[in-house]
C-alpha cells in the first residue's frame, strides 16, 4: 500500500514538473510582448516609449535570459509568489486570484455536485421505470449535447432579456458596494441564478444517462443474473447494481473537480461573471505571463490533487483495484 | 421427482419465435444425476434455465413442471421466486463470474440469506463445513471474488447453491471453462452432493459425454429443440438407439487412436433452423438411416424399461 502510494506521488511529482514548465513557457511562446502593450497604452513620445520598455523589462525580468526567468519563476513559486499582473499593474496574481476564485468555486462547486447527484438519482430511477426512462434518455441526450454557452446564451435571452427575471451580467449590482450586507448577499444569489442553472443543466443530462446506463449494464452482468435466479429480491439485485454502478460516476466527480478551478471559461464569458475563467481570459487577451500562469498552475494542482484523491478513494471501495495493487507490489 | 411434460419454451427474435423447447416430457426420480447433452443451440441449456427462471427474451409457451408432485410456476417470474434456491437451485455456466465482485463473499451470502429471510449465522457452520469437502477454508468468506481462483470461485458457487438442500439442482456446463484436473474434482462434488443429500435430483447440462460417462445415472440427448433418446447411461454408452446418439458417441475420440491417421467422423450437415422447424424428425437431412416415413414425426417412446427414443427405426436398432 504505502509502496503504491510512494510510486503514485513520484509519478504526480514528474507531471507536475513537466505541466508547469509548459505552463511557463507556453505564454513566452506567444507572439507579442506583453510590455509593448502596456506602454503602448500609456501611448508616450517614441524615445520614452523606448526608456519605458527597458524599465519594464527590467522589472518584469523579462530582460533575463529564458533559462534565468525559468529558473526565477521556480524559486518563487517555492515563495507562494506568483508575480504581479501587468494588465493590472501593480496588483499581484495571488490578489486577483483570490478575489475570482469565490466566484468560481461558488459557482461550479453546487453546479457540479448537484448536478452529479440530482443526475445518478435520476438515472438510477430511469433504469428502473420504463416511462421515465422514456422521458430522461432523450431529454437527457438533448441537455448533455447542448454546449454550455449555447444554453447559456438561450437562458440569457428568454429569462434575463425577453422576461427581464433575471439580471444579465456580472457577479452582483454593480451600483452596491462589495461587503457583508444582506441587500449584497441578495444581488449575489440573484446574479448566481442563471450561470448555475446553465452549468447544472447540461451537467445533468451526461450524468443521468451514465448512471441509467451503467445500472441496466449491471443488471444484466452475472452475478445479478445468479442472484435472481435464487430468488434474491429486486432490493437486493438492484442495491448492489447501483453500488457498483457508481465506480465510474465517482472517478467522473472527482475529475470534474478537479477542472473546478479552471472556471467555467464561456460561461463566465457570457454572463461576464468575474470568475477564474473570465480572469484567465482577460490575461490571455493582454498577453498578461503571470496571471496565465497562476491561473494554469491552480488548474494543474487541482487535477493533479484530484486525481490522486481517486487514485485513494478507489482503493478504498472497489477491491478490485487494492488485490491490483498486491500483484503490483509482488 | 421432477417431472416434465410438453414444456414449450420459444425465443422472441425480430425474424420471429425460435422454438428452442419444442415439447418435452421427461422424468428425472429421486438420487437421479440426469445428464442432458446435445449440440450447441439443441435447447439443452434453455432447458436448464427454463426450470428455474425464464430470461426475458424466454417465451413460455406450454408445458408443465412438476417438482415433488407440485406444479412449479414457471411462467410466473414472481410466483417462482419462493421455489428458488429452496427447492430448485442452479449452478450457472458462468459460475466463475457468479459472485458480486464488490462484497466480500460471506457478507454477500449473509445479505442473500437475510434477502430470503433466513440468517446467516445459523447457517455458517454448515457453510463452512460444506466448503470444506470441496477443499476450501473458511477464510474465503472472508475474501472478495477476485482474490480467489476460478476453480474456488466455482466451488464456492456450488456450495451457496445447493446450500438449502434444494430437491433439484441443474448444473449448467459447470465443466465447460475447467482444465482436466478441475473437472473431474468438480464431476467428483456432484456426485458427493447427491450422495450425501444435499441435493435430490441433479440435471448436468453439458457437451461433454466423457463427463456424465462418469457421473449422470441417466443421459437425456436432445436435438433441435426436441427430445431423442432417454437411456441409463450404460445403455446410451453401450447400446444407444438412436442415429443421433450413435453419431454423436462417434465423434468423440478414443485413447490410443491417432487422429492424424484416421479422421474423426463427426457428423455431416448442420442442425436445422428452429425458426421454422421441418415437420417430421428433425434429424432426418443429416440421418444415414432415413426413410419415406420420416417425414412424419416419430414419437418419444419407450423401447425397452427405462429407455425412450424418438425414431421410427429404432426398435430394430436396439435389436440389431
Avoid at chain 1, 116 to 129: D, E, K, Q
Avoid at chain 1, 278 to 299: A, M
Avoid at chain 2, 48 to 74: S, T
Avoid at chain 2, 120 to 128: A, Q
Wanted: aromatic share 10%.
Amino acid at each position: 500500500m504505502l509502496r503504491y502510494l510512494a510510486r503514485k506521488l513520484i509519478i504526480y511529482l514528474l507531471t507536475f514538473i513537466v505541466a508547469v514548465t509548459i505552463d511557463w513557457a507556453i505564454p513566452r511562446f506567444m507572439p507579442g510582448n506583453p510590455i509593448d502593450a502596456l506602454v503602448s497604452r500609456i501611448a508616450l513620445m517614441p524615445d520614452a516609449n523606448a526608456a519605458l520598455t527597458s524599465y519594464f523589462m527590467a522589472a518584469f525580468n523579462l530582460d533575463q535570459p529564458l533559462w534565468r526567468q525559468y529558473l526565477n519563476f521556480w524559486s518563487a513559486l517555492f515563495h507562494g509568489d506568483l508575480g504581479r499582473s501587468i494588465m493590472l499593474f501593480p496588483t499581484p496574481v495571488t490578489t486577483l486570484i483570490g478575489r475570482a476564485l469565490p466566484y468560481t468555486l461558488g459557482l461550479l462547486l453546487p453546479s457540479i455536485l448537484l448536478s452529479w447527484y440530482v443526475g445518478n438519482m435520476v438515472g438510477a430511477l430511469a433504469a428502473r421505470r420504463k416511462l421515465l426512462d422514456n422521458s430522461v434518455l432523450p431529454l437527457g441526450y438533448l441537455l448533455t449535447a447542448t454546449p454550455y454557452m449555447w444554453l447559456g446564451i438561450l437562458l440569457a435571452w428568454v429569462l434575463g432579456s425577453t422576461l427581464g427575471w433575471f439580471p444579465l451580467a456580472f457577479g452582483y449590482d454593480q451600483s452596491l458596494k462589495a461587503e457583508w450586507s444582506w441587500r449584497f448577499i441578495g444581488s449575489l444569489l440573484y446574479h448566481w441564478v442563471l450561470p448555475f442553472a446553465s452549468l447544472f443543466m447540461v451537467a445533468l443530462g451526461g450524468w443521468a444517462i451514465g448512471m441509467r446506463n451503467m445500472i441496466i449494464y449491471e443488471l444484466e452482468s452475472d452475478y445479478a443474473n445468479y442472484l435472481m435466479a435464487l430468488g434474491a429480491p429486486q432490493r437486493l439485485v438492484r442495491k448492489y447494481a447501483f453500488r457498483n454502478a457508481m465506480l465510474p460516476q465517482i472517478t467522473g466527480l472527482a475529475l470534474q473537480l478537479g477542472a473546478v478551478v479552471g472556471g467555467a471559461l464561456v460561461t463566465e464569458i457570457v454572463f461576464s461573471y468575474p470568475g477564474l475563467g473570465w480572469l484567465v481570459l482577460s490575461g490571455i487577451q493582454n498577453q498578461d505571463y503571470f496571471v496565465i500562469q497562476g491561473v494554469f498552475l491552480f488548474i494543474i494542482v487541482g487535477v493533479l490533487l484530484a486525481n490522486l484523491i481517486v487514485d485513494i478513494v478507489y482503493v478504498v471501495v472497489d477491491p478490485r483495484t487494492r488485490v491490483g495493487l498486491q500483484g503490483d507490489a509482488a | 421427482m421432477l417431472a416434465v411434460s410438453d414444456l414449450k419454451i420459444h425465443y422472441r427474435t425480430l425474424a420471429g419465435s425460435v422454438k428452442a423447447l419444442d415439447g418435452v416430457s421427461f422424468a428425472v426420480g429421486d438420487g437421479e444425476i440426469m445428464g442432458l447433452a446435445g449440440e450447441s443451440g439443441c435447447g439443452k441449456s434453455t432447458l436448464g434455465k427454463a426450470l428455474i427462471r425464464l430470461e426475458e427474451r424466454m417465451m413460455f409457451v406450454g408445458g408443465q413442471v412438476a417438482l415433488d408432485g407440485e406444479r412449479l410456476p414457471i411462467a410466473d417470474d414472481r410466483a417462482m421466486n419462493p421455489y428458488r434456491f429452496r427447492k430448485v437451485s442452479i449452478v450457472p455456466q458462468y459460475a466463475m463470474s457468479a459472485l458480486n465482485p464488490t462484497r466480500r463473499i460471506g457478507r454477500m451470502i449473509d445479505e442473500l440469506l437475510a434477502a430470503r429471510g433466513l440468517k446467516g449465522s445459523t447457517l455458517r457452520p454448515e457453510l463452512e463445513r460444506r466448503l470444506a469437502i470441496l477443499g476450501l477454508t473458511p477464510d474465503v468468506l472472508g475474501m472478495y471474488p477476485i482474490e480467489l481462483s476460478g476453480g474456488m470461485k466455482q466451488r464456492v458457487v456450488m456450495v451457496l447453491s445447493t446450500l438449502l438442500d434444494p430437491s433439484l439442482l441443474i448444473a449448467d456446463e459447470v465443466t465447460s471453462a475447467l482444465d482436466v484436473a478441475s473437472q473431474k474434482k468438480v464431476a467428483g462434488a456432484l456426485v458427493e452432493f447427491r450422495d450425501r443429500g444435499y441435493v435430490k435430483s441433479m440435471i448436468v447440462v453439458t457437451h461433454d459425454l466423457a463427463i456424465l460417462a462418469q457421473i449422470a445415472d441417466s443421459i437425456l440427448i436432445m436435438y433441435a429443440g426436441k427430445l431423442a433418446e432417454k437411456a441409463p447411461t450404460r445403455t446410451i454408452v453401450e447400446a444407444p438407439a438412436h442415429p443421433y446418439t450413435r453419431l454423436l458417441l462417434g465423434s468423440l475420440p478414443e485413447v490410443g487412436i491417432r487422429f492424424e491417421e484416421k479422421r474423426l467422423p463427426g457428423i455431416k450437415g448442420r442442425p436445422p433452423s428452429l425458426l421454422s422447424p421441418p415437420v417430421g424428425c428433425r434429424f432426418r437431412d443429416r440421418c444415414p438411416l432415413a426413410f419415406g416415413k420420416c417425414v412424419e414425426e416419430p414419437p418419444f417412446i419407450e423401447i425397452a424399461a427405462g429407455h425412450q427414443v424418438a425414431c421410427w427405426k429404432a426398435d430394430a436398432h436396439a435389436q440389431g
